[in-house]
């Protein structure tokens, strides 16, 4: 953000990500931009056809795209099938994660018997307590908690303010993003005479490699046996997994959405932001949920399933809203309408025409 | 999670609570598992019916059931009239509260003129403010915040990265899991010629005694009185309740409901997730409402309520949510065909067959 | 909160408020109160006309309120044309924020690089990090993050445990409300064939002045560019922005709402609770959106928008529902009997009567 970087050329880009170069392979990018608004030394793309008018006056220095839309570059273009997933490895190397040094801060607090890698980092505020273990390269952020005899696995990031309860295991590579809380009880209780009674939650939370955990993110314990996400799992901001849940690796769900108690989603599946699944269901592998879905029933087959209805003026939802509370009533109005018909047609030795239904 | 115990025998356990033991009283059982995967040495249970063919070759050393499953229990069966309350009163046993060492860790942070009992624990991390008070037994975990004039009753659980704000009344035997926040400033803004003018909010939170409130929850202060939350609510993981609310004691609500400004809830009500309550209503005792509604009106009568669509494939719910865009129409289509048919009905001198509703 | 204050004699802030009084201008205030429950010594007020019945009864040393309501009121009255601007002006000098000591607690980590104003507040358990700037009369509470190179506007207020992720900045007079999160990672990844790619998100947030930020609400930082909210606005608790969004001066969002990634809201705005805008929309000035909606097109005309169905009571609810899975079959049908009831009518020489629609 800011710091001038010399940058890189992009013939050398085009080489490391084999994409075919249009233009001057001395060209030098430095950091990212859009289309809109880039200029000499960034590098833009273009995945979205929505954008492609702004292809024609980019100023940028050169522009990942595909084969079809490098006609209409004003600029250098890197060639590649998959814009978007050559983007995302380009600008990760113009855009590298900061580095961490070494070591625990003095304002950090570790019990001894915490095992902390020589190669982890422990920043200011950030508590480890008793028997928990950070691994090689890991790095635990400003307010971090690290709870009893929990494991950060290798490299993997707690940037801050984020609770890993005692016993849970982060796998490899994992980032959890602020605010976000691994291994909080799962909501289990037993409704006796003087009220709620808790049951006791003794599983934990298992996280594989490569999952991301969004800002506001909780991921409950298992009741008995662990809650456990795969690896490659990627869940936004404010998502809320239940007791006993089970995601499938490289799955993916949008924010603010939750999965409510003993579920089961398979892998590969796409959930949309604000999804609910209601509990002790099973989702097969590649599923796709749109957005404000109520998922109340497990689902066998790969697909699409939404359930939640499109907005419109105001006026005219009421209507139509008041409406949908009597739509039993209609349907059955419709239901003596098609028999009166019926039975006048037949009087009339005529039959109602079936035929041209829009 | 791993620790090896010697167990306690299941004659033990029936005596002291009360069931009728079929089977080896010297049993002994260390901790809990499921009925699916229990091996010796553990408490299983069987509260859900589904789940009642895992019985006949369950592994574990005692099952906890109700008497009509109890013959078909391949081990010794501790039965019960209500197995899910006997299995969370043993569980308790079995897998007890985390004590606490009383002290101040030497990286909290209290202000000199707050009152802290010496019993209660104060982590590494945590500051207490001015004024604040914290009853015998109380936890204070890591990175939580006891704002001023605060007060954490007795044996009330602070988890991690908690914030109780200043004056908030915690009562006795709370749990506040991580990342849950208690007295924020309620959202109240007069809209004033030069944009959203602050209405200070002087009230506070009260939570009862044995309140649960889930990780990332968020409980706002009232505007001029308090928000009051009764006894023995339990509040699942990242709900929001607004100012000046009330909710009646030993009412439970799942995650990701929201409860807005005013709204009062009774007693024993039974909310599910993701439903979101509009402000100023009244909802009476024992009302259970299902997942995602909106519950857009007061309640004055015992019962269950909705307003979630269940989910559907999306082409099927694709033509269905175009017509909901037109209902409207159609019920007035439909009074017209009404209409149309009776008068041809009367001219021919019948009436439209009321009869044979489905 | 208990502490006793001498007041405000009413004379005095009828002069400073522009006030109409009616009574006695000696009559002194020091704290706000409801209607119902004022005594004396207390200020109360009447924007709400549902509570216009508790003005007779009011103990309240005086009341604000509009003119068409003095006759009714049995204290000292204090008349202007909108009561709750008023009220929150005078509520504001009633209860006027808590002020600070300027200066950092021994107990806070402050990197020595970081630019922190002398009339700053730094409390213990915050961390400052690198580069980080902290304006003049800004609040850094217990266990907040300021990370590297942010900024913190002058007179701003950070509560506790909130996170500010690296570079972002933050206006002047901004509140954080404790557990939000500013600048997390925007969700972004390119699907290839080894799993989910994450893109860099080398954006910031960008808050304007006088925004407020709800307790638990998580801002995304921009994926190239900034993720950038306007002056004025106001965001509950629980609300999610993603990357790349831009609000509009003035908009005000309530609880547990969501913006997906690149959607563009306007000024002026009211969205209500739980609603969810799908990504890459664009919404126009002016627009008003009621609870739990699903914003899934962009608006480019000022009204009122919806799309959440009300409760009903369960049973009649499942009936509803049911129908409507067959809502687009019930459409056909009606078509269907519209064509057989119009050729019977041709037949028998009379029209189908399409007057009298209700």
Redesign the interface.
């Known amino acids: ?1 800011g710091a001038t970087r010399p940058g890189i050329a992009i013939g050398e880009l085009a080489a490391q990500f084999g994409c075919e170069l249009i233009g001057d392979p001395d060209a030098r990018v430095g ?4 289309l809109a ?1 880039a200029g000499p030394g960034t590098l833009a793309f273009l995945a979205n056809p ?1 954008y492609r008018p702004k292809l024609a006056q980019c100023a940028a220095s050169a522009v990942v795209l595909s084969a079809e839309d490098a006609a209409g570059c004003a600029t250098n273009a890197l060639i590649t099938d ?1 814009p ?2 050559t ?3 380009i ?2 190397v ?2 590298p994660s ?1 580095g961490h040094a070494p070591g625990i ?1 003095a ?1 950090a ?1 570790c019990d001894p018997t915490a095992e902390i890698h020589p190669t982890a980092h422990v ?3 950030a ?1 480890i ?1 008793a028997g928990a273990e950070v691994c090689e390269g890991a790095f635990i ?3 971090c ?1 690290v ?3 929990a494991r950060v696995g290798p490299h993997s990031v707690l ?3 984020v ?1 890993v ?3 849970c295991e982060i796998g490899a590579r994992v ?1 959890l ?3 976000s ?1 691994i291994g ?2 799962g ?6 005479a003087e ?6 939650q ?1 599983g ?1 939370v298992v996280l594989g490699d ?1 999952v ?1 955990v ?3 993110t ?1 991921i ?1 314990r298992g009741a ?2 662990d809650t456990v996400i795969g ?2 799992v ?1 869940l ?3 998502i ?1 997994i ?1 007791h006993n849940v089970r995601i499938g ?2 799955t ?1 769900v ?3 959405s ?1 999965v ?1 108690g003993s579920t089961v989603i398979g892998k590969r599946c796409l959930v949309a ?2 999804v ?1 699944f ?1 509990g ?1 269901l099973n989702i097969c592998d590649d599923v ?10 497990s689902i066998d087959k790969p ?26 009533d ?12 019926a ?3 037949e ?2 030795a ?1 039959t ?3 035929e ?3």
């Open positions: 953000m950091h990212v931009a859009t608004n929505k998959d978007y997933v983007y995302a490895r600008a990760t113009l855009h900061t801060h304002a607090s920043a200011p505020g508590v307590e952020g400003p307010q908690v709870g009893r005899h940037t801050a303010n609770t309860a005692h016993h980032t993003h602020p605010a809380v909080s009880d909501f289990g209780y037993a409704r006796a009220g709620w009674l808790k049951v006791p003794v934990r490569d991301d969004g800002a506001g909780t409950d008995v046996e690896h490659g990627k936004d901001n404010q809320q239940g690796d490289h993916i949008a924010a603010c939750g409510s932001g604000a609910g209601v002790h796709t949920v749109t957005g404000q879905t109520m998922v109340n029933r697909g699409v399933y939404s359930s939640a209805l499109p907005m419109d003026e105001a006026a005219r939802w009421r209507r139509n809203s008041a409406r949908f509370r009597r739509l039993d209609l349907a059955r109005t419709v239901k003596r309408l098609e028999k009166a018909v039975s006048i047609g009087s009339a005529t109602p025409d079936r041209g239904d829009d």
